[in-house]
């Protein structure tokens, strides 16, 4: 148990270093690659959260819900999805910078959905 908690820490900071990267990005470039590094971050979260042992029905100290994972699981697929679209249209030389800007906000929002989850479960 000791060992999951640790993981889970040292996941956490590097969530909160990935989100301070994710801010001094200045071109849709790097905004696009500080989200997915973002996203890794609160991704490695996400495993780590799904690698515990499911919850029985006596709650024990630390253990995943099945139906938090399997949010986890739907918030995953929806944010990489959006991160690769992302990544295609800011490195598309005939995107517009309306594309690019609407790719951006999507990405960022999926990955702030998964990062809410972990959040509301009290992994983050």
């Known amino acids: 148990m000791k060992r999951a908690l640790s993981r889970l820490l040292a996941s956490s900071l590097l969530a909160a270093l990935a989100a ?3 801010l001094e990005a ?3 470039a790097q905004r ?3 989200l997915k590094s ?3 971050a609160v991704l490695a979260l996400a495993v780590a959260y ?3 042992p499911r919850c029985p029905l006596v709650t024990t100290p630390v253990c995943s819900e099945p139906a938090v994972v399997a949010l986890l699981r739907q918030a995953d697929g929806r944010a990489e999805l959006a991160l ?3 990544e295609q ?3 598309s030389p005939a995107a517009s910078e309306g594309a690019g800007v609407l790719a951006l906000e999507a990405a960022g929002a999926a990955v702030a959905v998964l990062r809410q989850i972990l959040i509301d479960e009290g992994v983050l």
């Open 20 to 22: 301070c990267a994710s």
């Open 26 to 28: 200045e071109t849709p």
């Open 32 to 34: 696009v690659f500080a």
């Open 38 to 40: 973002e996203y890794r």
């Open 50 to 52: 799904e690698s515990l």
């Open 84 to 86: 690769d679209g992302a």
């Open 89 to 91: 249209v800011v490195r």
